[in-house]
């Protein structure tokens, strides 16, 4: 199959996020304060070619090796010139879709993870969330976007295969003291957080005789789990008070 087509079927969020990207100037700044689409670009380069390393070497049956740090894989990509560097991502990516190809036989194996461990079918799932937020971070609340954030697969993604790395940032700066929070969608399954000492994370089904702390749409959820939230905040609802409310959004913080 040509890297193209391979793409599209395994990585169908790749061409919006390239068009997105290669539409802005390099220097421009994005949703991630720190970061510009340069920055974006080098991160998402480095993710693909780290998903692709890990995975290729259990398809391989080496030894997994233990997965880089942001600072490790990204430099290389950073110092390109921006010509390059698009060229780069789009490579990475390619390679990434062959990889994963290979692993549509064993889906449900577990493979090392950053600490943990994710089945083989999320690395495909992973690289399709980190471009769909970063195209977020790049256009905002647009319908492609609130489109693909709505996907069933991105909440639980972010929940299973992700999970308690998300708050792990928020809860270093929170008390020990341990609280619990929901977070709502109407008619879908509640989003339960515990902060403190072990935050967690998981879905559980509404119980409505427990009022969430934060009612919203399943795309802005989806940011909110991963410390964003949408332009228009009247897309958020709470009567929990501050106090509660601040230890959520904080313990939400993201990466």
């Known amino acids: ?59 391989d049956r080496r030894p997994v090796p233990k997965t880089r740090t942001f600072e490790q894989r990204e430099p290389p990509f950073r110092q390109m010139s921006d010509d390059d560097r698009i060229a780069a991502v789009e490579r990475v990516v390619a390679d990434l879709a062959h990889i994963l190809e290979r692993g549509r036989d064993e889906p449900n194996t577990w493979v090392p993870w950053t600490g943990r461990r994710m089945k083989v079918a999320w690395f495909g799932e992973h690289m399709r969330s980190e471009l769909i937020l970063h195209r977020w971070d790049l256009v905002g ?36 003291e341990a609280f619990t929070s929901r977070l709502r969608v109407p008619d879908q399954p509640d989003v339960i957080l515990t902060g403190g000492t072990h935050p967690s994370i998981t879905l559980a089904p509404a119980d409505h005789d ?35 409310l601040g230890r959520l959004r904080t313990l939400l913080s993201g990466y």
Do not use: K, Y
């Not at 959820?221 to 709470?238: C, E, I």
């Open 141 to 176: 609340d647009d319908e492609q976007a609130s489109t693909q954030l709505a996907q069933p697969w991105m909440t639980t993604h972010s929940i299973e295969a992700v999970g308690e790395p998300l708050l792990r940032r928020g809860a270093a700066v929170l008390p020990d």
């Open 210 to 244: 427990t009022p969430p702390d934060l009612v919203t749409d399943t795309a802005a959820r989806v940011l909110l789990l991963w410390g964003r939230q949408p332009a228009d905040t009247t897309r958020m609802h709470s009567d929990s008070g501050p106090e509660q």
């Open 1 to 59: 199959m040509a890297d193209d087509a391979l793409i599209a079927d395994l990585l169908p969020e790749w061409t919006g996020f390239r068009d997105a990207a290669i539409h802005r100037d390099p220097s421009h700044g994005t949703a991630c304060a720190a970061w510009t689409t340069r920055d974006i670009l080098a991160h998402q380069a480095g993710n693909a070619i780290e998903l692709a390393r890990v995975l290729a070497a259990h398809l």
